[in-house]
């Protein structure tokens, strides 16, 4: 302390501090998007989409500016936010002969041998309910009720799988826990019925812990939006899904906020994957970033992020920390006061910290950017080093760097101007780092593999 009066100032601020730690057991809720992009929202200066409800959270919350997916693709990505895993470790990354998710013709899924959020918080006697897009593997032993979850109602992968883009699939099936109740169900209505399911979920469990995880279908292409929206947004029909999408979520806070448990929920928002650039323009914008859903480049990975916790989370807080979805199950185990596994290898670290305001040092965090069960490349700090490159959904085989290139991704984000020239040993450093991982990594049999598209 430099002076009597700071010191003096200390004692009051320690009960204040003291009150702002978390209660026990917080429900948590994620609200997953698909294939929305960096640039997507108002709060991330998308200029004609409208998202008061993500802003005002936001605004009483935590914007996340450099936020990480397990992967660029929609099912590595989940079974990474799921277990805290890189997808690699589960057999959910693909291989050299496979697609690149699961396809209504696969076989396989998140083998039962991995621990999700849900299984770790069910050992705490939580409530757990998957609303919406599931995409883990939809054979009757890979659903959401033996993945931890009680409850299940949505669509067991993309609302693109099904004729006329898969013309051997059946029509869309939306389950409600192991029943398929509607083939095909309207799409225009599906926001507002995940909505209903999700406010229904949290009533229904107001005075225990619970665990909410809500995977919306979109704005995944084909693109939706109810009556209420269709047509109202200045970017088109995408924006009315993402205008639908952040009702939605203004409804779950409203819900959560009625029942008086906001200083007990942990709300994160977040997306899968960067925006399907290949889809026009009924796909997304990943801002200032190169690339998106698909590529390793930064708009492929780093998606937009809010987390709000009133009374835990201060307001209007930007965190520019580097963070992963991987990082929300060591995080949410922690504050759940459940078990980490030990048995295996966590990939994500416990960021509460973070959203605590507490100054934790990340400045050389790492992030790997797989492609399918390859490194790519690998962000450490402030550096990012790419191995391969090769632009998303592009028939151009992938090329291959010797060195490496190398971009400062806090001085240029949109990854413009290859530094490796100047920068040898942070080369040699990261080139380190990649052998001394993947000597680590155990190869298993890859899920994606198993069966047909
Ligand atoms: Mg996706």
């Known amino acids: 302390m430099k002076n009597n009066k700071l010191w003096l100032a200390s004692l009051f601020w320690v009960p204040v501090l003291a009150q702002a730690q978390p209660q026990d057991k917080p429900n948590i809720i994620i609200i997953f998007a698909d294939d929305l992009g ?15 409800n993500l802003d005002q959270m936001a605004h009483e919350g935590m914007r996340f500016t450099q936020f990480y997916n397990a992967a660029c693709v929609c099912t590595p990505s989940r079974a990474g936010l799921l277990t805290g895993r890189l997808p690699i470790r589960s057999g959910m990354a693909g291989s050299e002969s496979s697609g690149n998710v699961i396809y209504p013709g696969s076989t396989g899924g998140l083998p039962l041998s991995e621990i999700t959020i849900a299984e770790a918080l069910k050992d705490v006697d939580y409530q757990t309910a998957i609303i919406g ?35 051997n699939a059946p029509e869309l099936p939306l389950f409600e826990n192991e029943n398929v109740i509607e083939s095909g169900p309207d799409q225009h209505l599906l926001t507002k019925r995940y909505t209903e399911k999700a ?41 009315d899904v993402v205008e639908e999408l952040d009702w939605s979520v203004g409804e779950v806070l409203k ?31 990943a801002g200032l970033l190169r690339d998106g859903k698909g590529s390793t480049c930064e708009g492929g990975f780093r998606v937009p992020a809010i987390a709000w916790w009133p009374g835990t989370i201060k307001s209007d807080q930007t965190s520019a920390d580097i963070i992963s979805t991987m990082d929300l199950f060591p995080t949410i185990v922690k504050l759940a006061a459940a078990s980490l596994p030990e048995d295996r290898i966590i990939d994500g670290k416990d960021i509460s910290p973070v959203l605590f305001g507490e100054k934790i040092e ?17 962000r450490k700090g ?17 090329e291959v760097h010797t060195p490496p290139l190398l971009y400062n991704i806090e001085h240029d984000p949109s990854e413009k101007y290859d530094v490796s020239e100047n920068y040898p040993d942070i080369i040699k450093d ?3 780092l990649k052998e001394k991982h993947e000597a680590g990594i155990t190869l298993v049999e890859s899920q994606l593999d198993k069966g047909g598209r």
């Open 255 to 285: 819900t959560v906020k009625k029942l008086g448990l906001s200083e007990k929920t942990l709300v994160i928002f977040t997306s899968d994957n960067g925006p399907w650039l290949l889809r026009g323009e009924n796909g997304g914008s």
């Open 382 to 398: 402030p550096w990012k080093a790419h191995f391969i490159t090769k632009p998303s959904y592009s028939k151009i085989p992938p």
């Open 430 to 432: 990261i080139i380190d």
């Open 133 to 167: 897009k599931w995409h883990l593997g939809h054979l009757p032993q890979y659903l959401p009720l033996n993945q931890g979850f009680d409850y299940f109602f949505g669509i067991p992968y993309s609302n693109d799988m099904a004729p006329p883009l898969y013309k």
């Open 38 to 52: 960096y640039g997507d929202l108002s709060c991330y200066a998308h200029p004609t989409i409208y998202t008061p």
């Open 199 to 239: 406010i229904n979920f949290i009533e229904k469990n107001s005075d225990q812990p619970f665990f909410l995880y809500y995977a919306s279908n979109f704005p995944h292409t084909p693109l939706f939006a109810s009556n209420d929206f269709s047509g109202k947004s200045k970017r088109g029909l995408y924006g």
């Open 362 to 378: 990340m400045d050389n965090k790492v992030v790997f950017y797989y492609f399918k069960n390859e490194i790519y490349a690998i």
